[in-house]
């Protein structure tokens, strides 16, 4: 299976009309790929919190349009990463929209845990509450978006669902690299599944991005990492490896907390 992670750079400079379409023109140019990824809120920045309200679009907006078409051109299914979604009869919401190969929605996610405490996303966006898995021919899609990444509990659902390759856009802060890469490992080996993360590269509202996007197996190795800037992260991997891996090293057969409710033991 080939799948290609677009690290986007968001420019301050360029309008969020010109970076749709310039996305847009580098995810046909994957055509050949079975997978396609773009990082969360591509089109604002992730910390342009100023920004969310006014770009704001709904499910079926502008980025909604021009994906659906671009998924289609290149003939490949494409997460599309994150928009700043508005719901007609509620809040704002971070979410994920996920195309098949014909240019139909497959999935739409909201993201669930929201960043910034009690500022930023936590209070400006609504908290999404349903699990998104999508089946693909060759593997099933568990999703995931930049902050959920902390949240192990989030990833053992998606497995419990299905979920095989984990894919998780972000927006992640440069001061924080090492967690990125060392939280998307620990997913992938606690899980035993594929994790692809797609992060952006450019500076959003002053917070320089991580970028790094990274590949890693269900043993932990990192197949493919980016660099800093705007890059296409392509690689190459065996969905077969999951269930290998499952079969060679049972680690989730031993599961016991999350299963069952562990029995207490009452003080005296």
Same mark, same amino acid.
């Given at each position: ?6 690290? &986007? ?12 379409? !310039? ?8 055509? @050949? ?28 907006? /502008? ?9 289609? $051109? ?9 928009? +700043? ?5 509620? +809040? ?8 098949? /190969? ?9 993201? &669930? ?23 693909? /021919? ?7 978006? %930049?902050?959920?990444?902390?949240? #192990? ?6 497995? $419990? ?7 998780? #856009? ?5 001061? !924080? !690299? ?19 993360? %797609? ?11 991580? @970028? ?5 197996? /269900? ?30 090293? +049972? ?9 069952? +409710? ?7």
């Amino acid at each position: 299976m080939r799948a290609s992670l677009i690290q &986007i750079a968001v420019d301050e400079g360029e309008s969020v009309a010109e970076r749709r379409q !310039r996305a847009a023109s580098l995810v046909r140019g994957q055509a @050949g790929a079975d997978l396609v990824v773009l990082p969360e809120l591509w089109t604002t920045g992730a910390f342009a919190y100023e920004e969310f309200g006014p770009e704001a679009e709904p499910l079926d907006g /502008p980025t909604y349009e021009v994906m659906a078409k671009a998924a289609s $051109d290149a003939g490949v299914w494409l997460h599309a990463g994150s928009i +700043p979604e508005r719901d007609p009869d509620g +809040p704002l919401y971070n979410t994920s929209l996920i195309f098949s /190969p014909s240019g139909e929605l497959a999935a739409a996610y909201r993201k &669930i845990h929201r960043f910034g405490f009690d500022k930023g996303e936590a209070v400006l966006m609504g908290a999404g509450s349903d699990l998104v898995t999508v089946r693909l /021919p060759e593997t099933t899609l568990g999703v995931a978006t %930049c902050y959920d990444l902390r949240f #192990p509990e989030l990833f053992r659902s998606l497995v $419990d669902a299905g979920a095989e390759t984990l894919v998780i #856009p972000a927006g992640w802060p440069e001061r !924080r !690299r090492a967690h990125w890469t060392l939280l998307a490992q620990a997913r992938a080996v606690e899980n035993q599944a594929f994790v692809l993360a %797609c992060g952006t590269a450019g500076t959003h509202a002053g917070v320089p991005q991580a @970028g790094h996007s990274i590949v890693v197996d /269900p043993w932990g190795e990192v197949l493919a990492e980016a660099g800093a800037g705007e890059e296409v992260l392509t690689v190459e991997f065996d969905p077969a490896k999951v269930a290998a891996t499952r079969e060679q090293f +049972p680690a989730l057969k031993d599961r016991v907390l999350g299963l069952q +409710p562990p029995r207490r033991q009452q003080s005296r």
